[in-house]
């Protein structure tokens, strides 16, 4: 019986970086629970990551953000009726398609994510400040390169 090859240095590089990416992934679900607890002790992770995505876009419809999140119909229906219910999320008629619905986040929502995100940027703005910006371009063109994948 042979041994195992050893993996070549790129090899290792790459699981590595899978590694790292799990466990960023991992932290930003982490992040996403906290932050919708910050904004409302009921809501839901997705809630917050539905919140946060209308508050950036400043209104939507349903179906935009189903195809945006890559998220079941259905969720986005659920969550749409929690944010409501909690003031966050204001909901009318689309003039121009009267069967969907324009979603506009309340000023309060508007507050609220935008607390939230001013802390978690000011923490990313602290590790990253430290790295050389050649470091951070090449970091900006990995990602890229990994979300066009």
Known sequence: ?????????????????EEQL???????????????AQIHPELQPVGYKLLSTIVRLGE???L???????TDKS???R????????????SRADEKDGRARVLTPTAEAIDKVRAV?????????????SQPVDDLRAFVSMLQLIGES
């Not at 041994?3 to 970086?17: G, K, Y």
């Not at 969550?79 to 909690?86: C, F, N, P, T, Y």
């Open 22 to 36: 799990g466990l960023l992934f991992g932290r930003a679900r982490a992040l996403w629970k906290d932050s919708a």
């Open 1 to 17: 019986m042979t041994a195992p090859e050893a993996p070549s240095d790129s090899d290792q590089a790459i699981a590595d970086v």
């Open 117 to 129: 995100r001013t802390g978690q940027q000011e923490r990313l703005r602290e590790v990253l400040r």
């Open 64 to 70: 935009a953000l189903t195809q945006l999140l890559e």
């Open 79 to 90: 969550q749409v009726r929690v944010l409501e219910d909690l003031g966050f999320l204001t």
């Open 60 to 62: 939507t419809n349903a």
């Open 75 to 77: 969720v986005i229906s």
